[in-house]
């Protein structure tokens, strides 16, 4: 398991959990990074992120990458 922030580009992972106050993980979830969702790092700009999660394709600034943890998505 590891931050997302880490992730390898273009590689299926699975959302384990998410750290951080409740106001913060709830806005995660209705962007729709919830635990066993799917999640795909497109593209890494200036330490930020590019997400692809739920057919739709999300920025993500360095320290919210850093608390959603993933693993390698089972085939």
Known sequence: MMPLM????????T?????GPLKV???LADLGFSPQ???????EIAGNLIVEVK???L????SMARRIM??????
């Open 6 to 13: 880490y992730a390898e580009k273009d590689r299926p992972m």
């Open 25 to 27: 993980r709830s806005h």
């Open 55 to 57: 057919g739709s394709r």
């Open 70 to 75: 993933v693993q390698e998505a089972q085939a």
């Open 37 to 43: 969702s799917l999640v795909t790092v497109k593209q």
């Open 59 to 62: 920025a993500l600034d360095a």
């Open 15 to 19: 959302v384990c959990w998410i750290s």
